[in-house]
């Protein structure tokens, strides 16, 4: 996780769709000072994720939010960044769905998307939007660090 820390270098605010344990957020936050907002869903009903976070300091910064395709995500108004690692929430998103969510973020001005892939997401229409539209790539998951 440390290798991705400096590509956020310059982020004041952030949101993260699919905190999860909230090992991320929590980096973000102490690491590099960014005001983190998060959402994911079954925050209630996910005990191991619900206690983790607890432990972390971070239940008072996750919301319930489920994504779904060309339905505007709800972000706090300061927010100029959003982070999606590894979602699995998009597994069965089209082109068009990741199209209509990128133009709602504009929408609501933001100013940078963090994304890596999911590896079970393996369209090729899908990998050539991303790979033409990235302004700065972040290295490969090669494993966890």
């Given amino acids: 996780m440390r290798r991705y820390l400096p590509y956020f270098a310059g982020v004041k605010s952030g949101f993260e769709i699919g905190v999860g344990a909230g090992y991320l957020m929590r980096a973000l936050i102490d690491v590099q000072g960014i005001a983190m907002r998060g959402c994911d869903i079954n925050i209630e009903r996910l005990g191991v994720y619900k206690a983790i976070r607890a432990e972390l ?70 990998r050539a939007y991303f790979d033409s539209s990235v302004k700065r790539r972040c290295p490969k998951t090669t494993g966890v660090s």
């Fill in 57 to 126: 300091g971070l239940t008072h910064l996750v919301t319930e939010q489920r994504i779904e395709p060309r339905r505007p995500v709800v972000l706090p108004p300061d927010t100029e960044a959003v982070i999606g690692f590894l979602p699995a929430w998009t597994a069965k998103w089209d082109l068009e769905d990741y199209q209509w969510f990128h133009a709602d973020l504009k929408r609501q001005n933001i100013r940078r998307m963090y994304w890596q892939m999911n590896a079970n997401i393996d369209k090729p229409e899908i």
